[in-house]
């Protein structure tokens, strides 16, 4: 605890002297493809592609001075795909730039993990719930526009690769995940 409040001290009142904390809570819908292979017990497995679709909600903080911003983006999503639920978290860094009404950012996504319980059938036609996650990483771009002084819609990409895994079934997995999020967001400086 205080190691946070000496960052919070040391970071962010100095440069609040000359700048604004920024603070964009948003709601998005998020439409990825999905695509790639896994390897079980030694034999490879190529995926399908599939669409994964569903609302995102996610917030950015950060700090800006004059027209450029940076700081932290964080997002989470549940998706529904043949019956599997899937539950998705982003965290990533980002730097923006704004133009007016006009904002474009790019961005790291440093952590994105999806967590799922998956049923699977054995050797004996035993139904087996087997919980795990794959964690993966990639970047991000996105493009703003503020129709009033908090409100703005925002229209991202993001191009994710997952090439690790918890699943005691998988020995490796190597899936591309591309898409784009449309949201709105509701920016705050202070």
């Not at 100095?14 to 964009?24: Q, W």
């Not at 009404?101 to 719930?129: A, C, H, P, Q, T």
């Not at 690790?164 to 400086?189: A, M, Q, R, V, Y």
Request: aromatic share 16%; glycine share 10%; net charge negative.
């Amino acid at each position: 605890m205080r190691l946070l409040f000496w960052l919070t001290f040391t970071l962010v009142l100095p440069f609040s002297a000359f700048g604004e904390v920024i603070l964009e809570p948003y709601l998005g819908y998020a439409s990825l493809k999905q695509s790639g292979s896994v390897t079980i017990s030694g034999i490879d497995v190529d995926l399908d592609e599939q669409s994964v679709k569903g609302f995102m909600p996610g917030a950015r903080l950060g700090l800006t001075w004059k027209k450029i911003a940076f700081g932290i983006d964080f997002s989470t999503a549940e998706f529904d795909v043949d019956g599997t639920n899937y539950r998705m978290s982003n965290l990533g860094a980002f730097l923006m730039g704004k133009f007016n009404k006009f904002r474009m950012w790019g961005g790291y996504i440093f952590n994105s993990r999806y967590e799922s319980s998956v049923e699977v059938e054995d050797m004996n036609s035993n139904i087996l719930i087997e919980e795990g996650f794959i964690e993966g990483s990639g970047p991000k771009i996105g493009f703003g526009y503020h129709l009033a002084r908090h409100f703005s819609v925002n229209f991202e990409w993001v191009a994710l690769t997952y090439d690790k895994e918890n699943f005691e079934l998988l020995d490796s997995i190597d899936i591309k995940s591309t898409g784009l999020l449309l949201s709105l967001g509701f920016p705050f400086s202070f």
